[in-house]
């Protein structure tokens, strides 16, 4: 079972850059991958981007591309997502979520951490 907490939300203005961070409580190499969605009220949560446990398999949304970028640092146990020239559009709540190796889905999520922009 795996723990993961979220932190580094916030407010920041249109343009801006904020980084959240994703401690995870078991070795971040025994999860094949690890993934930041999001979710506005009224909306589904959605997807944001995703890691491979090496590092070399990147998946963003289109909406993120070019903006947003993921990265993973198993020594930490940490997976972190910078998001520059960030939109009124990003506003929501950002989840951590990792999928165990042998599973098809995301199995283990964070409690979330707000992020703001304000335009």
């Known amino acids: 079972q795996a723990q993961l907490v979220e932190s580094g939300g916030g407010l920041v203005q249109a343009g801006g850059s904020l980084r959240v961070s994703c401690a995870v409580s078991?070795?971040?190499?025994?999860?094949?991958?690890m993934g930041w969605f999001r979710q506005t009220p009224g909306k589904e949560r959605e997807f944001v981007a995703a890691i491979n446990w090496s590092g070399v398999n990147i998946y963003y949304a289109d909406s993120v591309k070019g903006r947003f970028t993921i990265s993973r640092d198993n020594v930490k146990n940490t997976v972190y997502l910078q998001m520059n020239s960030m939109k009124p559009e990003d506003t929501g709540v950002y989840y951590c979520?990792?999928?165990?190796?042998?599973?098809?889905?995301?199995?283990?999520w964070g409690q979330g951490t707000q992020v703001t922009v304000s335009s």
């Open positions: 979520a990792a999928r165990p190796a042998g599973r098809a889905v995301f199995e283990y």
């Open positions: 078991v070795r971040t190499s025994s999860l094949t991958r």
